[in-house]
């Protein structure tokens, strides 16, 4: 269902939007995304009490997303202790992944004009650690989003067993 819903989103944009690049730099992020989202909001629906909890899940996915995945930060991070702490965030390995194939498959970082290559060299610095970037990525992001449902699960059982049958 979730799957479903993200790959029907990341169709109607990039129909809407008609960017540059093809159809598949953005349909695993996306997907990722969407699966990850669900996760946090799976765990901190367990977490949280009801009265909060959209307020909490708002919190938590703006901590990640503006915070911690801002290309901007992620440029005067890179290669710091700050700039470990952004590797948590799923915005910084979805949006550097879709960047950094988009680099790729247009020339690579001499095809980027020069005031602009400190965004990719620094998500470079984040999370290329080899040749296989987007293995690397993909399953990161996968390990975040069964990670999340995991804690999730493990959170349903622990905190609400006397609501258990």
Known sequence: D??????????????SIHPDGEFDIYLGPLVA???IANGIGILVSVIAPPQVCTLATGVVVTTLGVALGDPENITRAAGSAAGSIMQFSYVTWTVGLSFL???????????????FQGTPKAYQKLIVTSDDYVLISSLVLASMAVALYILGYFSLAFLHRSKQT
């Open 101 to 115: 194939v988009d680099i790729d498959r247009h020339g690579g970082l001499d095809a980027v004009p020069a005031i």
């Open 2 to 15: 979730m799957v479903a819903l993200a790959m029907l989103y990341t169709t109607t944009w990039y129909c």
């Open 33 to 35: 995304s969407a699966c």
